[in-house]
């Protein structure tokens, strides 16, 4: 299927916009985004909108059109400009090709010049050379347990890139990170998803929310029915569409292995896996790191965060990356304070307190992602008899017993 030709009318008038728009609508291609009389509102809305045209009338205020079409040639290149006047006189004609126009319509409008006038601007449109496009890194902070601190983590870890980035949350259902942010964003995913086909990083930028200067947000839908409408496939458009707009792509994504949020594991560069260092949360871990196996995820892909990290807790750390099998590259520590306080006050901890404990080991991890350094670890075989030796002391067995006997995933 061809693309739509989408179009912005400036009219002179209401006769006239209804006049323009009754023509347009004869042929199948076009797809009205916006019109009306307002100049200065329909500027705006050729470049947020950047349609395949936009028609412009050219009434008794010609000039103030032609001054339009001028900033729009520069403003938003890739929009083909006719202008449509009563007065078909040579001298006007010549005025809005010089300034910019590509194409001239008689007023009223005959279809058969509509349609010559339209077949050229959707060559124009499929003869346009796509700009190379950029690549921003994707990153999803992912637990398979709930409550291990993954928004947390991941709202820091976009604070902490010193470069564009969007922070996505991808709990489509009920997500939280406004709060985190300090937020109340008027558009969501299902806005991005609805416009998913013509997005580009005027309209990207106006469905995000802006926290700094690099840091967007861009939020869950309120409303639960409108998450229902959005498919994997649109998520993976969409966050295809995002890393072509920012540096870093963050992800949120819920604790399950639904087809979301395997569209948006699929798609990411690295995989941020967060656990606590409890049972339930190593266990669940390392069926995460089976099912990313069975997935085909190169195990370079996955980075494993400890959260909540207290040299308190009974574990022997090398005993739990031997399990794993993967080397654990940061260790957040804990502190349940400076970690609710920050979430309370909608400010990342980076930014608010960026000398805590915490805040520094987030800088770090997130210097060692963007780095791309991937550590070593000798033994990458894990072995579930390790399950008896990851105490430093021993626990009680029926404890253990508990958490070893579990189903298996089914994807
Ligand atoms: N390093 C830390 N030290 C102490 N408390 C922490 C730490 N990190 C997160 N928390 C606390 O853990 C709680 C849960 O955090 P968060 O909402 O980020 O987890 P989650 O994994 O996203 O949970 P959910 O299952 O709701 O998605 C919050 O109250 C937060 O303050
Ligand atoms: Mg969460």
């Excluded at 008794?60 to 001028?70: P, T, Y």
């Excluded at 520590?333 to 930014?351: H, K, R």
Aim: net charge negative; proline share 5%.
């Amino acid at each position: 299927m061809t693309q739509p030709l989408t179009i912005v009318v400036l009219s002179t008038g209401l006769d006239n916009f209804k006049a323009i728009r009754a023509a347009l609508s004869v042929d199948g291609r076009v797809q009205l985004l916006a019109g009306g009389n307002d100049a200065e509102q329909l500027h705006e809305e050729i470049i947020r909108l950047k349609p395949a045209a936009a028609l412009i009338s050219l009434g008794a205020n010609a000039d103030q059109a032609i001054k339009v079409i001028e900033r729009l040639v520069t403003e938003a290149p890739r929009t083909a400009l006719i202008t449509a006047a009563q007065d078909a006189s040579p001298d006007l004609i010549l005025r809005s090709l010089r300034a910019g126009a590509r194409e001239f319509l008689r007023l009223p409008i005959s279809q058969d010049e509509l349609k010559t006038v339209l077949d050229r601007v959707q060559e124009y449109c499929s003869g346009q050379v796509e700009a190379p496009k950029k690549k921003g890194r994707m990153i999803a902070v992912f637990s398979s347990k709930g409550g291990c601190g993954t928004s947390f983590v991941a709202t820091n870890l976009a604070a902490a890139t010193a470069a564009r980035t969007v922070l996505v949350d991808l709990n489509l259902q009920a997500g939280d990170l406004p709060l985190f942010l300090g937020l109340d964003p008027k558009y969501s995913f299902a806005d991005m998803s609805e416009h998913r086909n013509r997005l580009d990083d005027a309209l990207i930028g106006s469905f995000v929310t802006p926290h700094s200067s690099n840091l967007s947000l861009l939020a869950a839908p309120k409303e639960a029915d409108s998450a229902d409408e959005i498919e994997p496939e649109h998520v993976f458009e969409v966050l295809q569409r995002l890393r072509e707009s920012y540096d870093y792509v963050v992800l949120d994504p819920q604790h399950t292995f639904d087809s979301i949020t395997l569209a948006a594991l699929d798609q990411a560069d690295e995989i941020v896996l967060v656990l606590t260092l409890d049972i339930p949360a190593i266990r669940s871990t390392q069926r995460a790191l089976e099912i990313f196996d069975r997935l085909g995820y190169p195990r370079q892909k996955v980075r494993i965060v400890v959260n909540r990290w207290s040299k308190q807790i009974d574990l022997d750390l090398r005993q739990v990356e031997k399990f794993l099998g993967e080397p654990v590259i940061g260790f957040i520590p804990s502190d349940y304070q400076t970690a609710v306080t920050s979430i309370n006050l909608g400010q990342p901890l980076v930014q608010s307190d960026a000398g805590s404990k915490i805040a520094i080991e987030i800088k770090r991890i997130a210097q060692t992602i963007a780095s791309g350094a991937v550590p070593i670890q000798e033994n990458q075989t894990p072995r579930p008899a390790f399950w008896k030796s990851l105490f430093k002391r021993h626990a009680a067995p029926n404890a253990l017993e508990l958490q070893i006997s579990s189903t298996d995933f089914s994807l």
